[in-house]
């Protein structure tokens, strides 16, 4: 028996203060959210970092970022028109629920919004799921009347389906999604010089070659001498996405594939780097959000991982956790892995660089990206 009924829920609060490929991967959990509640005003908070994303998202009725206030307290920015107004009515009034679909550990706060938000049910993810988060989150669980506690080792997207169900909805477990507009489509063809035409005709690779964590980047020259395999075998064009912490990689890969790349690294924000995801034939990323951006827009993706295989499925670096989510179409996405951890490192690779992910050979890499692009290339949509 669900805990709630939806179709009658006035106002949610859904607080979603992590990065951005997570938020990328709650579309379907806010889409079916929607579905399931029609009529209620759904309000998103969102970390400022990730607000150009949300900003755009069609299930919700508002969007705010919080933020600290000076002398202390929060104080909140309204990202949607209208949405810092829609909040305030609808904290005043009391959420009907607030919900926090982040399965593992909180390290932004999260639960301490939603518990303050003056719902009468705040549900999410139990303390217990993760020890991490049974570490960094001791006593959360308080916060909640709903605490769930789903099987561990499944997809992100698949545990926020089972937050969905326990509040008696359907489970959503169709495909990542990400609104753009004609002006981020406009703006990534005018990087990549598509604005009067269609190039020359070459496919394009859209490649970033970083991740939040160093242990994460598979190394810039074994990236290089992959991306070179790919390229070359397609005659491609490379585009290299990133912050500008990820120029040195894109300075490597141009000298490994001169006259074929394009410096896109510190010039794209998130939705128009996912509109040039969405103009590539293929993409090549590290575990990180671009990954889940390429998936949102539909392109094959190759992504490499520190988590060696047999690593523990729950890890926080697991691919079973956080590996591209196709929607079911699981042939367009690749997870390339080291076949084992590393000494000294055993469940997963714990470095403070790059290590288990170096054990990745860029010749097997290039020769399976290759048989991936073999099979999806020209099949988006």
């Known amino acids: 028996m669900s805990?709630?009924?939806?179709?009658a829920?006035?106002?949610?609060?859904?607080?979603?203060?992590?990065?951005?490929?997570?938020f990328v991967m709650a579309t379907p959990f806010l889409r079916g959210l929607r579905a399931a509640a029609p009529r209620a005003r759904i309000l998103l908070a969102v970390r400022e970092a990730v607000a150009d994303l949300a900003l755009t998202c069609r299930w919700v009725d508002g969007v705010v970022a919080p933020r600290p206030k000076e002398g202390g307290g929060i104080d909140f920015r309204g990202i949607t028109p209208g949405g810092l107004k829609l909040f305030a009515e609808c904290y005043r009034a009391g959420f009907d629920l607030a919900l926090v679909p982040r399965y593992d550990f909180d390290r932004h706060g999260a639960t301490t919004l939603a518990a303050n938000g003056r719902?009468?049910?705040?549900?999410?993810?139990?303390?217990?799921?993760?020890?991490?988060?049974?570490?960094g989150n001791q006593g959360f669980d308080r916060a909640y009347g709903l605490a769930l506690t789903p099987p561990p080792g499944r997809h992100e997207v698949e545990q926020?389906?089972?937050?969905?169900?326990?509040?008696?909805?359907?489970?959503?477990l169709g495909p990542l999604e990400l609104a753009l507009t004609a002006e981020d489509r406009a703006e990534a063809q005018r990087l990549?010089?598509?604005?009067?035409?269609?190039?020359d005709g070459r496919?394009?690779?859209a490649v970033a070659p970083g991740a939040a964590s160093p242990r994460r980047d598979y190394p810039a020259d074994r990236l290089a001498a992959v991306v070179s395999a790919v390229a070359g075998a397609l005659d491609a064009r490379v585009a290299v996405l990133g912050t500008a912490a990820e120029r040195h990689a894109a300075a490597v890969l141009a000298a490994a594939l001169p006259g074929r790349t394009i410096d896109l690294t510190g010039a794209t924000p998130l939705r128009v780097a996912a509109?040039?995801?969405a103009e590539a034939a293929l993409a090549i990323t590290m575990d990180s959000a671009p990954a889940h951006l390429a998936a949102a827009a539909g392109v094959p993706v190759a992504v490499f991982s520190c988590h060696p295989i047999g690593g523990d499925p729950n890890h926080f670096h697991a691919p079973e956790r956080f590996r591209p989510w196709t929607g079911g179409r699981d042939e367009r996405a690749l997870v390339l892995r080291p076949a084992t951890a590393v000494p000294p490192c055993i469940v997963s690779c714990l470095a403070a660089e790059a290590h288990c992910i170096a054990?990745?050979?860029?010749a097997d890499a290039a020769r399976r990206i290759l048989a991936l692009a073999a099979t999806t290339m020209g099949e988006q949509g």
């Open 3 to 7: 805990v709630c009924d939806l179709a």
């Open 9 to 22: 829920v006035r106002s949610i609060l859904v607080v979603k203060l992590d990065e951005a490929g997570d």
């Open 119 to 135: 719902a009468k049910l705040v549900a999410g993810f139990s303390e217990r799921v993760t020890p991490w988060k049974a570490e």
């Open 160 to 172: 926020n389906a089972a937050l969905l169900e326990a509040l008696g909805a359907v489970a959503d």
């Open 192 to 199: 990549l010089g598509l604005s009067d035409g269609p190039g």
């Open 203 to 205: 496919p394009l690779i």
């Open 275 to 277: 509109a040039v995801m």
């Open 359 to 362: 054990a990745i050979d860029p």
